[in-house]
């Protein structure tokens, strides 16, 4: 088994690597360092949250090792968990700002609840918690491949063939969809946050600005990332489950592009362009007109414009149907024909399953 120390251990190796770099740390990050550490570590014993809970996480059999992520209140760790993989995130309350504490804690709370109860492929796979006030820790499977966001980076603009676009873009509907199905939004759907097994499969993540969509509300003081947020969020008003659509368009143009959207722009620039110009990043010429038609559709001013997953899904499978079967088929696409039995067959789809496969049937003859 791979070696792996607590949590202290590893923040006096940091510290002693930084050094061994030239650089040492502030007495600020050392104090913050050890502050982190001195909530998780004990004397071995079994650590548990205030109360029994289904998802208690059994602290003396967790291992964390390299700090991967990090945020203004979280940090992301790679560790072992019962013989398994993991993925550790840790949340901190700040001791000198009570109403940030008490969001933090409703945030963890909420996270864990939904993650609990989710369980899809195209879902992260949630492992155990521990809640233990000013530290909390969320943990969840490892998935080796890293974020999206970084392989698209990786790779150099325009560059991703149409199959691995459709199919990458097919398991983050799949995901969507399921979530929708449980009536939750996501609210910050964007490349960092989708994450991709060894086999370049997806799984979305990060569930800790998500929500029950009966009880999302407005988006007043919401804090999400403005080159992804839909319109009607960054103007704080009520939203529904096409925030999630919107984000899923900029996705979309991401998987097309290997870019990021508005770079050209702070995201307050960005926010202000979208909001009060109707700006969306520009597509490239080389954007097959049915993706083009799709992503339009998926980022429209409009909420009620735009299509559900459900109506994603279909159109992207049957994409990718047709791509499997004619290499050329984006350059012979006519949306008229396509359009009508797309919309036929995502009509079936909300009828009944045995509407959906007469027309599966028709479709195709």
Request: proline share 5%; glycine share 6%.
């Amino acid at each position: 088994m791979k070696k792996f120390h607590w949590f202290k251990q590893i923040s006096n190796n940091n510290i002693n690597s930084n050094a061994g770099l030239g650089r040492r740390l502030s007495l600020g990050e050392y104090r913050r360092a050890i502050s982190w550490s001195k909530y998780l570590v004990s004397s071995g014993a079994e650590i548990k949250g205030e109360g029994e809970q289904e998802w208690s996480a059994d602290m003396s059999q967790l291992f964390i090792g390299n700090k991967f992520a990090s945020g203004r209140h979280s940090r992301i760790y790679r560790g072992i968990y019962k013989q398994r993989d993991v993925a550790i995130k840790l949340i901190s309350q700040p001791q000198e700002d009570e109403d940030l504490a008490s969001f933090l804690e409703k945030q963890f709370s909420s996270e864990v609840a939904l993650l609990f109860r989710l369980t899809h492929p195209n879902i992260i796979t949630f492992v155990a918690a521990c809640k233990k006030p000013p530290v909390f820790c969320i943990i969840t499977e490892y998935l080796p491949g890293g974020s999206l966001k970084k392989y698209l980076h990786h790779q150099e603009p325009h560059s991703l063939p149409l199959s691995l676009v459709l199919k990458l873009a097919m398991d983050i509907a799949h995901g969507m969809q399921y979530l929708h199905s449980q009536g939750i939004l996501h609210r910050d759907l964007k490349s960092e946050n989708l994450l991709l097994d060894e086999d370049m499969s997806v799984k979305v993540a990060d569930f800790g600005i998500s929500c029950l969509e009966s009880q999302c509300g407005s988006a007043k003081g919401f804090t999400g990332t403005y080159r992804w947020m839909a319109p009607e969020m960054i103007k704080e008003k009520h939203h529904t489950k096409k925030v999630d659509v919107y984000s899923f368009g900029i996705v979309l143009w991401e998987l097309l592009t290997a870019l990021t959207p508005f770079d050209n722009m702070t995201p307050e620039q960005a926010a202000f362009a979208v909001c009060q110009k109707n700006a969306r990043p520009p597509l490239p010429v080389t954007c097959p007109r049915a993706l083009s038609q799709l992503i339009n559709r998926c980022w429209s001013s409009n909420p009620s414009k735009r299509p559900h997953f459900d109506e994603i899904v279909a159109i992207l499978e049957r994409y990718s149907e047709s791509l499997s079967r004619d290499p050329d088929f984006f350059s012979k696409y006519k949306p008229g024909l396509e359009h009508s039995k797309l919309g036929r067959l995502a009509n079936c789809i909300v009828a009944s399953p045995c509407t959906f496969a007469k027309a599966s049937s028709s479709s195709s003859s």
